[in-house]
């Protein structure tokens, strides 16, 4: 690792912390990067709101998300420690970090900054749903030339992940390839089948290569988050000397293959999850009012329950992208109404406020299979609250 690679990721990397960006502030983050230098001012935005940057003449996209994985906007305090060696950033406790993934966004910065070729995306939503990246994957004539999406968001250092979410999102082969491309760069990947979801599973009927790569994160979604800047700044050495498009392009996008696992597959993080006022339902990670602990693996159950209803319902409407109108949905994202939201703590289920308010208990079902493990007392409890705000007092039905 070079000193100079390891200031400039360590700089970057903190600059990107410095407070939460939780959705709806993405703008905002692209707004303050752009004034301090490290967005470049002629970044473009798409049609939906994601951001994105092109370098040359590429059949690679590079991702990564803006938003981090809280409800209110507030300062991170960083706090650093070393771990044989490695230079690692927590926070004191306050707040997440951010890391997932600004870790992901200060690869793809030093990449640009080095002129390698590619299209580099920067999502929103991704941690309410993958709002961006799934409206965007609508364009297939747009995205259908290209033969691979790297997204940079995977916790741990050596996952080149082949599947998201119990289905293959990239071949062996090129996840085989990319590892050793790595490894010769004295680093230590290997291809993993355990992948939860980022943007680029949205991609996997468009593109045939759609891969996650760990960036050196660890206890993402708690204010234990931390990052290994070692580890970040020897990644960022590597991905500016793999020539990417020499990579094997395998995978039929046109077929799905699915992989047979069980929950014990997967780590589990630990979540908060609130009631507010005794009423509303916040999924704030970080709320002191009421806080109810709980251990699992929900982001990756949620995403498992969406693949599922769009393979079992490909022609319903209820999906953001066909229930609202998109530009209806972004300048929500930026009106009073969201931003009273996000002051008060009230954090209802996104999906219903892109839709009417007057939902049929069938709606409400369809969004429970996406969202809410029916297990989970507190997802129960939360259905009940749905039904009676939403459906009135006709579709107060028991929930089964």
């Not at 609130?274 to 970080?286: C, E, I, P």
Request: aromatic share 12%; charged share 25%; glycine share 6%.
């Amino acid at each position: 690792m070079k000193i100079d690679t390891f200031e400039w990721i360590k700089s970057t990397f903190l600059k990107l912390t410095t407070k939460t960006y939780p959705f709806g502030f993405e703008d905002g983050l692209v707004d303050d990067m752009i004034q301090c230098g490290l967005f470049p001012k002629d970044l473009k935005e798409d049609q939906f709101g994601n951001f994105y940057y092109q370098v040359g003449n590429s059949k690679t996209i590079f991702t990564s998300h803006l938003d981090t994985a809280c409800q209110a906007q507030v300062d991170v305090s960083h706090v650093f420690d070393d771990d044989c060696g490695n230079e690692i950033v927590k926070t004191d406790g306050t707040s997440i970090l951010g890391a997932d993934d600004k870790a992901g966004v200060t690869i793809l910065l030093w990449m640009m900054k080095h002129n390698i070729p590619g299209t580099y995306y920067f999502f929103y939503g991704e941690e309410v749903g993958c709002l961006g990246s799934t409206a965007a994957s609508n364009l297939i004539d747009e995205f259908s030339p290209y033969h691979r999406m790297v997204s940079f968001d995977r916790r741990g250092t050596n996952s080149v992940i082949t599947h998201q979410s119990s289905t293959r999102t990239c071949s062996d082969k090129f996840a085989e390839s990319l590892a050793s491309e790595f490894n010769k760069l004295n680093l230590s990947y290997r291809k993993d089948d355990t992948g939860i979801y980022t943007d680029s599973a949205e991609f996997v009927r468009v593109i045939s290569e759609c891969t996650n790569i760990s960036v050196g994160y660890y206890n993402e979604h708690t204010t234990n988050e931390r990052q290994d800047l070692t580890h970040l700044a020897n990644l960022a050495d590597a991905v500016i000397l793999i020539d990417w498009e020499s990579l094997p392009t395998e995978r039929d996008k046109t077929k799905t293959e699915y992989k047979s696992y069980s929950y014990s597959n997967y780590p589990t993080y630990t979540q908060k999850r609130t009631y507010v006022d005794n009423d509303a339902y916040d999924m704030d990670h970080m709320s002191t009012n009421g806080i109810v602990e709980y251990t699992h693996s929900s982001k990756k159950s949620r995403r498992r329950r969406k693949n599922r209803w769009k393979r079992k319902n490909r022609d319903s409407k209820v999906y953001i992208e066909s229930g609202a109108n998109l530009t209806e949905v972004k300048n929500w994202r930026e009106s009073d109404d969201f931003m009273d939201q996000q002051e008060s703590g009230q954090y209802d289920m996104l999906k219903v406020k892109f839709l009417d308010h007057n939902l049929t208990r069938d709606e409400l079902s369809i969004l429970a299979t996406q969202y809410l493990d029916m297990n989970d007392p507190q997802d129960v409890g939360y259905y009940g609250y749905l039904i009676s705000t939403y459906c009135g007092m006709d579709n107060k039905q028991p929930v089964h």
